[in-house]
């Protein structure tokens, strides 16, 4: 039987084994042992962690182990790219205690980042839904990592939410372009950035000659 891919792609395909050591260590609960490498390394570094989740990147697609180290005594994020080995350690008798650690931590996370100093970015958009366009907010609800939806009148939703890292939600904001009443954010570099994009796209659209 043949099989046949319009779009294929092998991005993950060196971290695969990485990639299922974590997850059987996330299923057995215990500690591991893992080998890192850089490119600004030549010798690989090893740090003892116990693996609770594994997020991937809205912005890269890159996939990051999110773990409780020990000696920081703190959930830490590791790119599964720059693991070259896992090395299954002891179980940990009160994992569930670390997982709802991961859980909490997972809170204002969109996809990956933490942002530089786990400061929280609050996001707060509202989109126009007609009576007839209520699948716009099932989709709101469905997509939406974090946060919470309030209906302000008949024909607008607010959609708020606190993460680390804002930008990491730019992407989605603006699939509702056109929808948009109002967008905050406490991250005026995100906005900013947004507001950009608008005039950007306006300026390809609206007919500036020079804009291609």
Known sequence: MSMNFKHHYMLYAMESEVLCDLL?????????R???FSTRRSIPTAQMVL???????????RRYLLAYNTTARKIT???LDSIRAVKPLEREADYARYAAYAEKYAENLWGASAGEDHSIDRVEMTLRVTPDEYY?????????????????SEHTYKYTAEVYDATEMMLWLRTFIGRIVSL??????????????IRAMAEL???????V
Do not use: W
Not at 51 to 61: A, C, N, V, Y
Not at 184 to 197: L, M, P, Y
Not at 205 to 211: E, K, L, Q, T
């Open 34 to 36: 893992l080998a890192m």
């Open 51 to 61: 693996p609770l989740k594994i997020r991937i990147s809205t912005q890269t697609g």
């Open 205 to 211: 659209y609206g007919g500036n000659g020079d804009a």
């Open 24 to 32: 059987l260590a996330i299923d057995e609960q215990r500690f591991v």
């Open 77 to 79: 994020r590791h790119r």
């Open 136 to 152: 716009i907010v099932q989709r709101l609800g469905r997509e939406k990592r974090c946060g919470t939806i309030e209906k302000c």
């Open 184 to 197: 905050k954010c406490s991250n005026t570099s995100v906005f900013e950035r947004f507001r950009a994009d």
